[in-house]
């Protein structure tokens, strides 16, 4: 997954569970290094999206209808989840699912099972994890079900690393934790950008998201409503009233700034390739 390639190109993805349709020919690309972001309220289809890429949203009962994706220029569509994680993606799942009654040591070894990896390759990572997040080498031993809840989710993101990932999915990272486990593991997403791996990172705290990011995707009732430059959703009314908690005086006023001062943000359009045309406007979800 080298060079100009996108780490990760979804096109005109449609998924489900049985009947009902969680993703409509969603597209959205994250360029080679990058961290883009998915926000979008309870409900949006964030998860279904990520399990769509890993391929194991047929362990919760969905499937993918149509649609492809592909990661460093190669097709994901069709392959069992271990070769997606053996091709470079790894995915921190939502409610960070660590193995409980498990060492930390053993939920980071499990980790490093979808990859082929030598000896040395394998230390190397794991003094990366240890790096990122000392407290997972100071609880080796311990069960993980003892971790506090953000290590837990430090745990999982330790985990995901095991594998070497070249893009990282990671379903709501934040959610449940107090705002400074929350800023601290924002500042982990950073520095293992930093590193080289490309993120995918799906929230609904979109202020923390928005900051990590560098280009943003409004997903709303399994649709791409919004997207653009991470600052330019920022700075949009919508985004801020509805997903950044702005009140509308200050939204009012700071929208007509951004309408001038930002111009390329990118709106739902149902003549464009990929609107269904069928859009309502009242399915619309309040977050905090
Ligand atoms: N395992 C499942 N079986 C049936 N429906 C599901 C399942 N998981 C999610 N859904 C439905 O798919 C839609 C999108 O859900 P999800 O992707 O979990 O949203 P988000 O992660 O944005 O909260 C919702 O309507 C949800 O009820
Ligand atoms: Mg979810």
């Given at each position: 997954m080298q060079g100009t390639e996108p780490a990760l190109e979804v096109t005109d993805l449609t998924a489900g569970y049985g009947p009902v349709h969680a993703l409509r020919r969603v597209s959205l690309t994250v360029p080679a290094g990058a961290v883009v972001t998915v926000l979008g309220g309870n409900g949006a289809g964030k998860s279904t999206l990520l399990r769509a890429v890993s391929r194991t949203l047929r362990f919760h009962g969905g499937a993918v209808v149509s649609g492809t994706v592909s990661c460093g220029g190669r097709p994901l569509d069709g392959l069992p989840p271990d070769r997606v994680v053996a091709a470079g993606v790894s995915q921190v799942p939502e409610g960070r699912q660590v193995f409980a009654r498990m060492t930390v040591e053993d939920n980071l070894r499990a980790g490093a099972l979808g990859r082929r990896a030598d000896r040395t390759e394998r230390a190397q990572a794991l003094r990366r994890v240890h790096a990122l997040f000392p407290v997972l080498a100071d609880r080796a031993r311990q069960p993980a079900g003892l971790l506090s809840g953000g290590e837990q989710q430090m745990l999982a993101v330790g985990r995901a690393l095991m594998a070497r990932p070249e893009l990282l999915l990671l379903d709501e990272p934040s959610l449940g934790l107090a705002p400074l486990m929350a800023a601290r593991i924002a500042d982990a997403i950073r520095e293992i950008n930093g590193q080289g791996t490309a993120v995918l990172l799906v929230e609904q705290n979109a202020a923390l998201a928005l900051r990590l990011a560098s280009r943003a995707y409004v997903l709303e009732v399994g649709e791409v409503t919004l997207s653009g430059p991470a600052a330019e959703l920022a700075a949009s009314d919508e985004v801020r009233r509805r997903y950044l908690g702005v009140v509308d005086e200050d939204a009012a006023a700071d929208a007509a700034r951004a309408r001038t001062d930002h111009p390329a943000l990118s709106r739902w359009d149902p003549?464009?390739?990929?609107?269904?045309?069928?859009?309502?406007?009242?399915?619309r979800q309040e977050t905090r």
């Open positions: 003549a464009a390739p990929g609107g269904t045309g069928s859009r309502p406007r009242d399915r």
